[in-house]
């Protein structure tokens, strides 16, 4: 199945392109943190630039979605990689005549995150038209190994790039794999109807009130969404900042261990995104919640033994669960939600992630001045173990009794 996906050019135009930005974000998003470190040396400054990358999908988020069902999806992604271009080229010049400040960083970070609230959804939402559903685990399988996985190169470029030109050359192959993805994006063929009319601000508002109602009549989606909202507080800070500000405190080269263990987590996700549709033909919040207990684990691990090993070994560990709730996660909105209300709900679920995102990495930010990171690690991923272990449960339970007020074969 894979071979004959790859063969396809729509899929495998699309996956390119996916990969190939995916990749670039990848890097620009540690060197917005590296550079945020080297240029003021203030943790809570560092957390501030990651506050930068979550923030405005709180603003623009549900907007992003409503454009992607609006506009033609192929010309939007294609115009949005192009105008980030001149934009991360900016921070280049600017390093280079010595102009670079944190407060220019950080608008910049907003400013490409901004632009990611209309280009994510649209993407996501391409994949049903140019796929059928038997084709859909192993693309999106493919598409998350593609995509998270270069994390195994990001180190290797990373640790390149930091000894042999700087941090700041992470932001060059940034704006080149954004050139890439929309030469890529210009090969698929995408069958698109576009029957919204009224483009007014009102409508937006309307088009948003009805998925919201819709929404409401869901339950799994809406047990996904909790779920994922919740482990999602607890992880970001304690993976993102929490993880590089422990290595700089054991050892002193933080940032290339930090890349490293980036490269360990994305091997053991290809691994695990690629056996994945092989394991489970359909996907369940049953499923979702065994790669979230499992994930938890892996944070909970390292955040106990706490040494450069552990880190490996809980990374890896990470690497196994998150990969199956990522995937899950995304089955489940693209065979429940109707495809003219995808973009919508792509970028809802995108709002609650940063959001949650947000709301972590102030809480986080403020924790870590008074609580030692090890214990925010440890708490962080015996609380992910717990919501998960408790969503199974309720399911369970519940499955129990509608099992007994109901014939048996009302479940098949």
């Excluded at 405005?56 to 192929?74: C, E, I, N, S």
Aim: aromatic share 14%.
């Amino acid at each position: 199945m894979y071979i004959h996906i790859w063969r396809n050019k729509n899929t495998r135009y699309y996956l390119a392109a996916g990969s190939v930005s995916r990749l670039g974000d990848g890097l620009s998003g540690m060197a917005f943190l590296f550079l945020a470190y080297d240029l003021t040396g203030s943790s809570s400054l560092t957390t501030g630039m990651a506050v930068a990358e979550t923030l405005p999908y709180l603003l623009f988020g549900l907007v992003g979605g409503v454009t992607a069902d609006w506009l033609p999806r192929k010309k939007l992604l294609i115009f949005l990689d192009s105008a980030r271009v001149p934009l991360i080229l900016s921070v280049v010049g600017l390093y280079y005549m010595d102009w670079l400040t944190y407060g220019y960083l950080l608008g910049v970070s907003f400013i490409i995150q901004s632009v990611g609230c209309f280009f994510n959804p649209a993407h996501r939402s391409v994949l049903p038209s140019i796929t059928s559903p038997k084709e859909r685990p192993y693309v999106n399988s493919i598409y998350d190994t593609l995509t998270r996985g270069v994390s195994v190169l990001s180190p290797l470029l990373s640790l390149w790039l930091l000894n042999s030109h700087g941090v700041i050359h992470f932001f060059t192959l940034d704006a080149f794999t954004y050139i890439l993805s929309a030469l890529c994006l210009r090969q698929v063929n995408i069958n698109e109807i576009n029957t919204v009319t009224d483009h007014s601000i009102e409508a937006a508002f309307r088009s948003v009130k009805e998925f919201v109602i819709w929404l409401s009549t869901q339950s799994t989606i809406k047990q996904l969404f909790f779920f994922t909202f919740l482990t999602v507080f607890f992880n970001t800070w304690v993976w993102e900042v929490g993880l590089l500000l422990a290595l700089t405190e054991i050892t002193s080269s933080g940032e290339e261990w930090y890349s490293v263990l980036q490269g360990v987590f994305g091997g053991v996700v290809i691994v695990t995104n690629l056996l994945l549709p092989y394991i489970f033909k359909k996907m369940s919040l049953h499923i979702y919640l065994t790669g979230g207990l499992i994930w938890g684990a892996g944070i909970t691990y390292y955040g106990i033994f706490y040494d450069l090993g552990h880190f490996i070994i809980g990374c890896a560990i990470t690497g196994v669960g998150l990969p199956i709730a990522g995937l899950t996660r995304v089955y489940l909105i693209q065979t429940l939600v109707p495809e003219h209300k995808m973009g919508r709900a792509f970028s809802f679920n995108a709002v609650l992630l940063y959001l949650s995102n947000t709301i972590s990495l102030a809480v986080y930010g403020f924790l870590a001045l008074i609580i030692p990171i090890q214990t925010l690690m440890i708490v962080s991923g015996f609380t992910i173990i717990t919501i998960s272990t408790g969503g199974l449960l309720c399911i369970t339970v519940n499955f129990s009794k509608l099992s007994r007020r109901f014939p048996i074969h009302f479940f098949k």
